[in-house]
């Protein structure tokens, strides 16, 4: 939308400025709109707690991504010319002495990756591994079908432990590897991460474990940040007291100085909690805000963590050669899990500097960390996702824009709360502001009963109120969605012809996908049945261990295959 365009309503305010008021306010200016940017803090919200270590820019929290389950993020980025650096986040998991349970290795060709599991205790690492590759084919058969997904789906009103346990999971990797492993990613406690939505999860898991080199912002957040806000009136220490709507065509924002701010629409990119105190206080009418919008805010579950920036090493395993990327503890009497990212291993530069001493950023330290090695120490307040919170979410997007006002954050769209959602929402509610992204983003787009093709979002004439459904139905990245292409059979004038290595590209694509891998999943079925019923307990797992090892690598050669052929 060209400035001139925009007759009324043409000032927005934006409030906060983490990722999604930044992106948000930046969609908004280049559409035509006058925006100003509140944030409360001293400085821009989403690079607020990094710091530089020995001249290397570190982001706090560490921030990384996978093109398969962040594209518009990726989109985003590719946009503004940010540059990418890999970074590798190996995991390795222990109990609260300290003690590896189990641990992988990336193994790479060019840009992608598979885990592989280290040749640690046997009976661990075969228990846990043949746990995972179940859950991997699980998850591949979850975005092949992905109505299973869905609410209503076979998944609905499961919880990831309910699931877990109705699996029959072994408790090793329940309770010391794959929780914990959720927790840490999502910086919460186990008993949340057992509470998250079973469907969220594995849909996480189908698209980040197995794929694209995981990557980072090579400048760090602070360059996001600074392109994002370029050119926007920004005020710091701002925070907006209360706001009042008047006559539905108006908004007021007091800030806590009692400074009076006048605008046609505001943009709420806040926390949960934040959004529904500030919606309580402009509160003039019965109509507005509906209960069933606060509701949907109050139904949004927070936890409150600390990152620790430092150099003591007693929060690694003794043996340095058992150091991976992302080093988890596990303790159940505390109810969390210590993660801790080995910054020297899995940050790149752009300068190659490397850091002269071993630097680590430790989430919610489960030991006493030495006063003399801390570098920083930062507290964040997240937000989670449950069963209830999820459900409402419709609910949301049901009343996005009334009396001019709009929400933005992870907490409005589908999947787990990171960088992804942040940009989603935003892009969602400037297209309904009628402000196109200058870049390509994935529309979500559903069939109705009568096989009519419509799209789901939030501008005018799209249909409201199936955020949820239309995220697990479909795919927005595209990384699954290859079907074996028809050859042509005419070719006029300006007709496209597809030529004979194109087709047999998509071809073998979509025959690894379709047929090769469900092959397998079918064949580890009847193989572990058979070894068990023939060869009995004890010995049955010693021919699993061997015949685990050569799945993992034929999952990779097939993974390797697909992505070299079909996304290339």
Known sequence: MAAGDQKESNSVAVIGSGLAGLTTAYLLRRGGYEVELFEKASSIGMDAGSISVDGVRVDVPFRVFTPDYYPY????YRH??????????????????ARTLW?????????????VTDNIAKEQRLVVTRDWIRLVFTCVRAVRAPAILRPGGRLDQLTIGQYLDKEQYSRIFVDRVFVPFIASLLTCSLSAARDYPANTVLHFVSKAVCGARLRKAKNGVQEVCEVLARGIKTHLEAGIQKMEIKDKRKVLL???????HWFDKVVLATPADTAARLLRSAQTST????????????????????VVTHRDTSVMPENEAEWRGVNIRTSTASGHAMATHWINFVERTSTGRKLSTPVFQTVDPLVKLSKSKIISKTAFHRSLVSLDSQARINSIHRHQGTCGIWLVGTYTSPGVPLLEGCVRTAIDVARAMGVCPPFSAPHTVRKSHSSAAYEVGLAAGMTRGEIVEAFFENDAAGTFDFPCPKLPTKHGIGAERTSFIQWVKAFMAWFSFSVL???????????????????????????????LDV??????????AYKRLALL
Do not use: K
């Open 254 to 260: 007091v800030t806590e100085d009692n400074v009076e």
């Open 287 to 306: 109509e507005y805000p509906p209960v069933e919008l606060l509701a949907a805010l109050d139904a949004v579950p927070y936890e409150d963590t600390v």
């Open 551 to 560: 799945v993992v690598f034929v999952i990779c050669m097939v993974q390797i």
């Open 80 to 97: 503004l010319g940010i540059e990418f650096s890999a970074a590798d986040y190996s995991l390795g998991f222990a109990d609260e002495q």
């Open 73 to 76: 993020l990726y989109s985003l």
């Open 517 to 547: 891998l469900p092959l397998f999943a079918v064949t580890l079925s009847i193989v572990d049945w058979l070894v068990c019923t023939m060869l009995g307990h004890d010995l049955g797992y010693r021919v699993q261990f061997v015949v």
């Open 103 to 115: 641990s992988y290795t990336n193994l790479t060709l060019g840009d992608f990756q598979l885990p």
